[in-house]
């Protein structure tokens, strides 16, 4: 047995007042499908595909040392920051210390990239950027 609590007036008249807000009647509101509350994920982009490594074992060594210099310097960083009195009287000297561990990691995806040229372009920070794309003075 289904009971069903009858509607008041004042739940019909908010749901038409809704209706009337969205634009919706009850000819239209029966036709239309629904909109899914999802979206489809985008399709990958060929700048979001990992670039191929080189087969150079020196520049491959480089690249994981650098990467290894970078999470020491990470580790280093949340230790320090895990001090309040630290962080308060070296906040900028933290900072500089992630942006460097950033700029490594940039660093080393450019090293051990097949290639270097694609890899530059992928770099998000735009200092870093400028720096490795500059044209000699000479």
């Not at 970078?70 to 900072?95: K, N, P």
């Not at 995806?109 to 794309?133: H, T, W």
Request: aromatic residues 2%; neutral net charge.
């Amino acid at each position: 047995m289904n009971y069903q609590k009858p509607k008041s007036f004042w739940d019909e008249a908010a749901a038409r007042a809704r209706a009337q807000s969205l634009g919706i009647t009850r000819e239209s509101a029966a036709v239309e499908p629904r909109k899914p509350l999802r979206r489809d994920p985008l399709p990958a982009s060929p700048a979001d595909q990992p670039l191929p490594a080189t087969d150079d074992q020196l520049r491959l060594r480089l690249a994981e040392e650098l990467e290894y210099a970078r999470r020491m310097l990470d580790a280093m960083g949340e230790e320090l920051a895990s001090d309040g009195a630290v962080v308060m009287r070296h906040t900028a000297a933290l900072q500089s210390v992630d942006i460097v561990g950033q700029m490594l990691g940039h660093v080393a995806n450019v090293v051990r990239c097949s290639a270097p040229e694609d890899a530059v372009e992928r770099i998000g920070m735009a200092e870093l950027k400028a720096r490795l794309k500059r044209r000699s003075i000479l």
